[in-house]
């Protein structure tokens, strides 16, 4: 079990951490954006102490953020394997199960040497992607079997998207404030299955 969360304020991200941290502290990472489409990408082993990020609370002006369970009892931590996960101008994190992701990765990604199913949604958005980002996620997104809830990010438009089938997310579309976890008084109402949200 997995976490995804985000919140175009610093302050609001810190408590939805606090809250996805009961989803998984194997890992932690997160995707912070500036105006100008700076970014910043951590990938951390267990959890992190945001105080420690508190110097982008003013510069940057929207906090994504992935929280982890390992997937085996036998399983090491690599920055390769840990979200969020980038190829092309996508970047995205998920949380969920892909059954088809073997199968996928055969069909259209064979060089793809990733272990984990997640890595293969920012290919796959890319490899349907001529243009229109809503299209390329739709049809990405209808190809995969089993659970899914992610966030995914454009870096050459600065565009966020919210999707989800299968695993939980709750939002407040009116503030962009999403959560894994339901948060009373901030992330209550269930994001439906099969509609592309987009962060504004």
């Not at 976490?3 to 996805?20: M, P, Q, V």
């Not at 992190?48 to 992935?66: M, P, Q, R, S």
């Not at 966030?151 to 503030?175: A, C, E, H, P, Q």
């Amino acid at each position: 079990m997995c976490g995804i969360f985000g919140s175009f304020t610093f302050k609001e991200y810190k408590s939805l951490y606090k809250e996805n941290k009961r989803r998984g502290t194997f890992s932690y990472g997160n995707l912070y954006t500036k105006r100008d489409g700076s970014m910043y990408i951590h990938k951390n082993e267990g959890v992190i102490n945001l105080v420690t990020h508190k110097k982008y609370e003013d510069e940057y002006n929207l906090f994504l953020g992935h929280t982890q369970a390992p997937t085996s009892s036998e399983r090491s931590y690599s920055p390769s394997t840990s979200h969020p996960f980038e190829y092309a101008q996508w970047v995205v994190a998920h949380n969920g199960v892909l059954e088809n992701y073997k199968e996928l990765t055969g069909l259209h990604f064979p060089e793809h040497n990733n272990s984990v199913d997640s890595s293969i949604i920012p290919r796959l958005i890319h490899y349907m992607y001529g243009g229109d980002e809503v299209y390329a996620i739709t049809e990405a997104c209808g190809s995969l079997k089993g659970t899914y809830a992610c966030w995914i990010y454009n870096k050459d438009t600065k565009n966020t998207y919210l999707v989800r089938s299968g695993s939980t997310l709750f939002g407040n579309m009116s503030n962009g404030t999403f959560s894994s976890t339901k948060i009373t008084g901030k992330c209550t109402k269930e994001l439906q299955e099969g509609v592309i949200y987009h962060v504004s």
